[in-house]
């Protein structure tokens, strides 16, 4: 990957997803002419979130099989309330510096409430689907690792050549 004060090494903004060129993108009839890299938009963001929305769908059907695995929201209400305890908020504090945002434990106990009119079976496909898309979007937005690039050969001259005049010369001092 080359670094460069004009590119994004982490890929697509997240504060502009439009191009900032003032010319109009070319249609498929002009094909004689190119559009800049920096005028295509990433390899279809949409199609990889589908794809890992699927995968995770399937694996929170093995996470939650039955109904009875399901979280409760009194037990989201728990976590919720244990999120916000001394322990954790002063372990975020040290770690992190700041407080812990528990705002997301309380929209799922608030998506469990709303959910008590449907039936169990109901309830369960749709929590999974709820999990499934958290996860994938964590997935696809990225993570600090997002910065490295996975080598497809070793660099070269790795492991460097020890020579013979290098080892007798550290062997005699």
Do not use: H
Not at 87 to 99: D, I, K
Not at 139 to 152: A, F, K, N
């Amino acid at each position: 990957m080359a670094w460069s004060f004009f590119t994004n090494p982490f890929g697509a903004s997240s504060s502009s997803s439009s191009p900032t060129s003032t010319q109009p993108i070319e249609t498929e009839t002009q094909t004689d002419i190119l559009t800049p890299p920096s005028l295509i938009p990433p390899a279809s963001k949409v199609n990889k979130y589908e794809t890992v929305l699927q995968d995770e769908e399937k694996y929170q059907e093995v996470q939650y099989p039955t109904t009875e695995q399901v979280p409760g929201c009194m037990t989201l209400l728990d976590e919720f309330l244990m999120c916000y305890a001394l322990a954790p908020q002063l372990r975020s504090m040290y770690r992190y510096g700041e407080f812990r945002d528990c705002t997301w434990k309380w929209e799922d106990f608030k998506y469990c409430l709303s959910l008590k009119s449907d039936d169990e079976e109901m309830r369960r496909k749709l929590w999974i689907k709820r999990r499934a898309e958290w996860w994938a979007k964590r997935r696809v937005d990225g993570s600090s690792e997002d910065v490295w690039d996975v080598r497809r050969e070793p660099p070269k001259n790795f492991p460097p050549l020890v020579t013979e005049e290098i080892t007798s010369e550290s062997s005699t001092t």
